[in-house]
C-alpha cells in the first residue's frame, strides 16, 4: 500500500512538474512544443458562430478530421457591449470553449486582435469605441491604444486565472496581435508604423508565455512572428530567417454576401495549396474556415454579408460534414503526419524537372519524405524519381511519406460527394400584426434639424431609423390640377430605404456589397395642407475592414429634395427632422412571449399576405429526431427571424443572386470569384435554427417582413446529407 501510495505521489509531482516546465517557442524550422517540433494542422472554429451543445461534436469531427489546433477569434463586441461591463456566457462562453477544445486533446491558437475583421459587425468593435473622444482606430492614438490594450490584457488575465496557457498545462500554443494590419499601415505611414511597434511591445509584456504572432505584417517586430494568409501562401517566407512558416488563413471558400452568389472552393486546389505550402517549408497551416457557422443576431458585418457563413467549410453551417471535402483533406493530413519526422529534421532538396514539374525531398537520419508537384493546370504528367515513373494529374503534388510510395495525390479523390438535402417537417399556422409607420407628430420621436447619421442616432442598437419630416402644399400648387405628381429624392449612405407618404408605401430601394449608397427618386402623391413624409432607414451590418473605417456612414445624409412645385425644386436637407430608432414591434419585443402577447394579432383568414412593414407569429412542436434544423424562408423578402426569443439573424431571401455560375475546374489559380452557385436564386434561402433554442412544444417564432413575403410559402426543413 505504501508503495502504490508513493507512486501516486511521484505521478502527481510529476504532472505538476511538466505543467510547470512546458514550453512553446520557436525556431526556422518549426514552432516547438516542450522542445520537440511539431508540423501543425489548423482549422478556424468561431465560438460565437455556433452554440455551446454544438462545440464538443464540431471539435470532435476537427480532431478526426486530423487538426491539432484550433483557432479562434476573440470577439471584442460580444465580450464588452458597453463599458466595463463584460459578458462570457452563452456563445460567448470562450472560457468554456477553449476547455472543450483542451478536453478533445487539441491545441488553441487565440487570435485576440482585438480588431477581427471576420465578415462580423464593426470589425469586432464595439460600436460605443466610436465614440470615445478623440478616438481614431487602428493607429498611434492615444484614446484607441488605451482601451485596445485594456481589453487584450482583460482575455489575457482570464486565460492566465483559468490556467489556460500552455505553459501552465492548457492547450493555448499561441496568440495573435491586431490583425492583416499590414495594408493599413503601408497606407497610412508613420503613424502606422509607430502603432505596429507600439502593439508588438504591448503584447509582448503581457507575458502569455507562448508565441505572438502578426498576419499579413511583413516587419512585425521582434519576437513576434508575421505569417500569410490567402489561398496560396507557397511562396511566403518570414521576415526573419529564424522564424518559421506559417499560413494563418487557408480560405477553405467565401463568404455569401446578399445580392452575390455562394462561392465554393474545389477541394482538389485546397488540398494543392496545403502540399505546395508544406513542401516549400510550410510547419503551420491554418484552414479558415473549418467550420464557419452562423452570423446569429446582428452580428454579421462588412454591409451585405449573409446569415450564413458556411463558408464552404470542410464542416457545414449546421455541423455535418461536407463530403468529399472533409475526407480528402482528413487523407491529406495523415500523409503529412507521416512526413513530419523527416520534415523537421531539414530542408528540402529540389529538383526542377521543367518548368511546371518539381520534386522536393527531405532526407535525414529521421527519415525520407518527397513531394512530387505538377504546377501544370490543364495536362498530366509523368515524372521519374529514384528510377521509379510516377503519374502526375494537373495541379497536383503527389506525397511520398517514404520516398517511395504514393500515399496521397491532392487531384485524386476517393470520397464521394454529396448534396444537400432539405427536407420539410412541418408547415405553420401564422397571426399577423401590422407594423405602424412613424411620423414627426409621435411622442417617442426627436426633432432635430437637419439629417444625422444613423449610427450616431442609433448606437446599432437597431437596423431601423426613421427619418420624419412634413411638407406644405398650397392648396393652389400647380401639380394638384394637372396631375403631375412631384419627384421626391432621397439620397441615402445605404443601406436599404422605404419611403413613406402620409402613411403609405411609396417606394424602396436598396444598395449591394460593393455600393451601398442609394437613391430613391421618384413620382410622389402629395395632397394640399400637411402631408407626413417617413422615411425607414435599414442598416445591414457596419463595415469591417478600411483604413478608419470608423468614419464611415449609414443613413439619409441628403440631400433631400422635392422637384415640381410652383416654386421649382423645394430642398427639405436643412429643415426640421424628426427620429425614431427602431420599430415599434421591437419596443413591444413582440419576438418574446411576453411581448408577443401585449397587441391584439390577426388569426385565420384575416392574417395580412404580402404587405411590408408585417410581423408574423407561429407556434410549432419540436420534430423528431436529432437532424440539424432550418427554416426555408424562399417565398419571403427582408427581415429578421427569431426563435422563442433567440434572433437567428437577417433574412433576405428576396434578394437574388446576380452573378456568373458556370462550370468550375479545380486546376488553375483560384479567386473568390471562380467557382460560384445559385445564381438567379436566393443568396441565402435556409437559416440554421440550432435544436438547443427548441423546445419539445410550444416553440414561438416570429418573423419581421419589411418587403411584404408570403409567410404561408414558409416551413421548417430538416437538413440531411
Known amino acids: 500500500m505504501l ?18 516546465t512546458a514550453s512553446v517557442s520557436y525556431d526556422d524550422r518549426a514552432i516547438l512544443i516542450n522542445g520537440k517540433r511539431r508540423i501543425l494542422i489548423s482549422g478556424s472554429i468561431h465560438y460565437p458562430r455556433s452554440t455551446p451543445e454544438m462545440w464538443p461534436d464540431l471539435i470532435r469531427k476537427a480532431k478526426d478530421g486530423g487538426l491539432d489546433v484550433i483557432q479562434t477569434y476573440v470577439f471584442w463586441n460580444g465580450h464588452e457591449p458597453s463599458p466595463g461591463k463584460y459578458y462570457f456566457e452563452g456563445r460567448y462562453d470562450l472560457v468554456r470553449f477553449i476547455k472543450v477544445v483542451q478536453q478533445a486533446g487539441l491545441y488553441v491558437h487565440l487570435r485576440i486582435g482585438p480588431y477581427v475583421c471576420a465578415e462580423w459587425n464593426f470589425g469586432g468593435f464595439p460600436v460605443w469605441l466610436k465614440y470615445v473622444p478623440g478616438i481614431s482606430f487602428r493607429t498611434d492614438n492615444e484614446p484607441f491604444k488605451r482601451a ?3 481589453f487584450t490584457a482583460k482575455i489575457v488575465s482570464l486565460m492566465k486565472s483559468e490556467k489556460l496557457f500552455e505553459t501552465q498545462g492548457g492547450p493555448i500554443i499561441m496568440s495573435q496581435i491586431e490583425n492583416e494590419y499590414g495594408p493599413v499601415e503601408w497606407e497610412i505611414g508613420a ?32 519576437p513576434i512572428i508575421d505569417t500569410c494568409n490567402g489561398f496560396y501562401c507557397e511562396g ?9 512558416k506559417m499560413f494563418t488563413e487557408n480560405w477553405t471558400g467565401w463568404y455569401t454576401a446578399f445580392g452575390g452568389p455562394v462561392p465554393y472552393r474545389p477541394v482538389e486546389d485546397l488540398a494543392y495549396s496545403v502540399a505546395r505550402f508544406i513542401q516549400n517549408n510550410g510547419s503551420f497551416m491554418n484552414y479558415y474556415m473549418y467550420h464557419g457557422g452562423t452570423n446569429f443576431g446582428r452580428t454579421a458585418g462588412g454591409l451585405f454579408i449573409a446569415t450564413s457563413y458556411d463558408y464552404d467549410a470542410p464542416i457545414d453551417e449546421y455541423g455535418l460534414l461536407r463530403e468529399p471535402k472533409w475526407s480528402h483533406l482528413r487523407d491529406l493530413h495523415k500523409a503529412i503526419k507521416l512526413c513530419e519526422p523527416a520534415l523537421v529534421s531539414t530542408y528540402p532538396a529540389v529538383t526542377y524537372y521543367s ?30 524519381f529514384r528510377n521509379m515513373q510516377y503519374d502526375l494529374p494537373p495541379w497536383s503534388v503527389s506525397i511520398l511519406p517514404d520516398c517511395k510510395n504514393v500515399v496521397f495525390n491532392t487531384a485524386r479523390v476517393s470520397s464521394n460527394g454529396w448534396h444537400m438535402k432539405m427536407t420539410p417537417v412541418g408547415s405553420f399556422s401564422w397571426q ?10 409621435d411622442q417617442d420621436t426627436l426633432a432635430m434639424d437637419g439629417l444625422w447619421e444613423q449610427i450616431n442616432v442609433t448606437r446599432d442598437a437597431s437596423d431601423y431609423l426613421w427619418y420624419l419630416t412634413d411638407v406644405n402644399i398650397q392648396p393652389n400648387e400647380g401639380f394638384l390640377k394637372n396631375g403631375q405628381n412631384p419627384t421626391l429624392t432621397v439620397m441615402s449612405a445605404g443601406h436599404a430605404l422605404h419611403v413613406f407618404i402620409n402613411g403609405q408605401l411609396s417606394g424602396t430601394v436598396w444598395g449591394g456589397l460593393d455600393n451601398p449608397k442609394l437613391t430613391y427618386s421618384n413620382g410622389v402623391n402629395l395632397r394640399a395642407g400637411v402631408n407626413k413624409i417617413s422615411l425607414l432607414s435599414v442598416a445591414v451590418g457596419l463595415p469591417n475592414v478600411g483604413v478608419h473605417f470608423e468614419t464611415f456612414n449609414a443613413g439619409v445624409l441628403g440631400p433631400v429634395t422635392l422637384k ?3 416654386e421649382g425644386t423645394r430642398d427639405l436637407t436643412k429643415q426640421q427632422w424628426s427620429y425614431k430608432v427602431g420599430l415599434k414591434g421591437e419596443d413591444l419585443s413582440l419576438h418574446t412571449v411576453s411581448g408577443s402577447s401585449s397587441v391584439e394579432w390577426v388569426q385565420g383568414s384575416m392574417v395580412v399576405q404580402k404587405q411590408p412593414l408585417t410581423w408574423y407569429k407561429t407556434t410549432f412542436n419540436a420534430p423528431a429526431g436529432n437532424e440539424p434544423l432550418a ?6 423578402g427582408k427581415g429578421l427571424v427569431w426563435i422563442n426569443g433567440e434572433n437567428i439573424g437577417r433574412h433576405w431571401a428576396g434578394y437574388k443572386a446576380h452573378g456568373n455560375c458556370g462550370n468550375c475546374n479545380y486546376a488553375g489559380i483560384f479567386t473568390e470569384k471562380k467557382c460560384l452557385s445559385n445564381c438567379g436564386q436566393a443568396s441565402q434561402r435556409w437559416y440554421h435554427v440550432p435544436r438547443s433554442w427548441i423546445n419539445p412544444t410550444g416553440n414561438l417564432l416570429v418573423v419581421f417582413e419589411e418587403w411584404g413575403g408570403d409567410p404561408t410559402g414558409m416551413s421548417l426543413v430538416k437538413r440531411t446529407p
Open 3 to 20: 508503495r502504490i501510495n508513493m507512486l501516486l505521489l511521484m505521478l502527481f509531482f510529476s504532472l505538476v512538474c511538466s505543467s510547470v
Open 355 to 384: 518548368k511546371n514539374l518539381e520534386a522536393h525531398v527531405y532526407e535525414s537520419k529521421s527519415g525520407c519524405a518527397a513531394f512530387l508537384a505538377n504546377y501544370d493546370p490543364s495536362t498530366s504528367a509523368k515524372v521519374t
Open 236 to 244: 511566403f517566407k518570414p521576415n526573419k530567417d529564424y522564424k518559421p
Open 631 to 636: 427554416l426555408d424562408m424562399n417565398s419571403m
Open 564 to 566: 415640381g412645385l410652383d
Open 148 to 150: 485596445m490594450q485594456g
Open 191 to 222: 503613424p502606422g508604423r509607430a502603432y505596429t511597434q507600439w502593439v508588438a511591445k504591448m503584447a509582448v509584456g503581457l507575458d502569455t508565455g507562448v508565441p505572438w504572432i502578426m498576419c499579413k505584417q511583413e516587419d512585425a517586430p521582434d
Open 432 to 441: 399577423s400584426y401590422n407594423e405602424e409607420t412613424v411620423s414627426a407628430d
